[in-house]
């Protein structure tokens, strides 16, 4: 068994408030064990299975939502920590926090907060995810009775820390990805103590990578079994030339098709495959889970070889090391997010149905504005009373809709509005 307490030293297990020995007698635990506790008993993960994946919660028994999907990072992010040396139960806790900043329908909803959060630094997922576990979740207050979120150690909340930079340091454009608002700034670079630069720690890094193994795989396993993909049809030149177009507007702007058509020989490669459409059968539902199983296989174990290539087989903890992913493999992921974006988030009625839900959200935060705090749940209610300007309400009122399942936006938008979207 490793020496936790030796990679980890007292500083990575520190917390933001020291918390008294427990009262009641408890099983023996480390100190990321207990934070991933903290996270799997906390609200904010259970309403991420009402929030959007890819396809609404509501749209098949079948696909994935927001949980089903964290579970699954949590899963791979866990296979590729252990035999790097990293502690399992952080970068299971890192993959289960990642995706609680979403707010009701998923990135969608995201850029409509943004701009509504103009006033305030804007709205990103990665940032509301570190409010969320430093500030807005119930678990731990400080000595001035203040909410700390669940108190999680440093190395965890480093491991959340997908983007270890506010919005305007190196990085200004309004559109960049950050990962803290200039409000949670304390916290932020407490977390940050002895970090020089913006380097990500490992276990974020394995974080990252595993939620682009498991969305790139299983959204395209759900759009096969929705029926609004089919591998089949990639023979035709006209369809895959308009894939590349998906790849290189949403993902790799300058890759070369040859580096595509390759990493899509590769991956056609793998013995399951699909060569015949899905019938919806056991035997075809089971060759499209092997598939998914052999391409999460086949990218952790090139990830892992060329890691350990580079740094050795010490175990590798935060920021001893990083990630080495191959370009093979950057493309591979790319052709199968590329899949899935074309036929399933370009689809002409999911455009359509992501302007109905754009409208929503603006609809429902004006309304918030207008009830001047009286439709706001009662925390919110609070922070709302001691907001000290503008832009301190107006990150309440974010907050607030940030919180909602994509079901609850739908019911306090007609609530607050007597509107039902068309």
Not at 46 to 56: D, E, P
Not at 254 to 259: C, L
Not at 322 to 327: F, T
């Amino acid at each position: 068994m490793a020496d936790w307490e030796q990679l980890y030293d007292e500083a990575a297990r520190a917390r933001l408030v020291e918390e008294p020995a427990k009262r009641v007698p408890a099983p023996v635990r480390t100190a990321f064990e207990r934070d991933r506790a903290r996270v799997v008993h906390s609200a904010s993960l259970r309403r991420l299975a009402a929030k959007t994946q890819v396809l609404g919660p509501q749209a098949d028994d079948f696909v994935r939502n927001r949980l089903t999907h964290s579970l699954e990072v949590a899963q791979v992010a866990r296979d590729i920590a252990h035999p790097l040396g990293c502690h399992p139960d952080l970068a299971e806790t890192a993959a289960l926090a990642h995706d609680l900043g979403h707010p009701p329908f998923g990135h969608n909803g995201e850029s409509v907060l943004d701009g509504l959060a103009a006033d305030c630094g804007g709205f990103e997922g990665n940032a509301q995810t570190f409010r969320i576990l430093t500030r807005l979740e119930a678990k731990s207050a400080d000595a001035a009775g203040r909410s700390i979120g669940l108190n999680l150690t440093r190395a965890t909340l480093d491991a959340c820390t997908k983007y270890p930079w506010p919005r305007l340091v190196g990085h200004g454009a309004r559109s960049g990805k950050f990962g803290v608002y200039d409000d949670d700034l304390a916290a932020f670079r407490w977390v940050r103590e002895g970090v020089e630069g913006e380097r990500r720690c490992l276990e974020a890094q394995v974080m990252d990578f595993a939620d682009d193994v498991a969305y790139s795989v299983h959204d395209l396993e759900d759009g096969i079994v929705s029926g609004r993909i089919d591998l089949v049809v990639l023979d035709s030149p006209d369809e895959l030339s308009a894939v590349w177009e998906t790849v290189r507007d949403w993902y790799l702007p300058s890759i070369e098709e040859s580096a595509l058509v390759e990493a899509l020989e590769r991956l056609r490669a793998i013995g399951t495959w699909p060569t015949t459409p899905y019938d919806g059968s056991r035997a075809g539902l089971a060759t499209l889970k092997n598939l998914t199983s052999d391409l999460i296989g086949v990218f952790c174990g090139h990830v892992h070889t060329a890691t350990r290539e580079r740094f050795g087989e010490a175990p590798l903890v935060r920021h001893d090391a990083d990630l080495v992913v191959p370009d093979e493999t950057v493309h591979e992921i790319a052709v199968l997010k590329g899949i899935a974006a074309h036929y399933v988030m370009r689809a002409p009625e999911r455009t359509a149905a992501m302007e109905r839900q754009r409208t929503l959200l603006a609809e429902l935060f004006e309304a918030l504005v207008v009830s001047d705090g009286v439709a706001l749940d009662p925390t919110f209610r609070a922070d709302l009373a001691t907001a000290s300007d503008d832009a301190g309400r107006t990150r309440v009122l974010v907050d607030q809709v940030a919180s909602l399942t994509d079901a609850s936006a739908v019911a306090w938008h007609a609530r607050l509005t007597g509107r039902v979207p068309a």
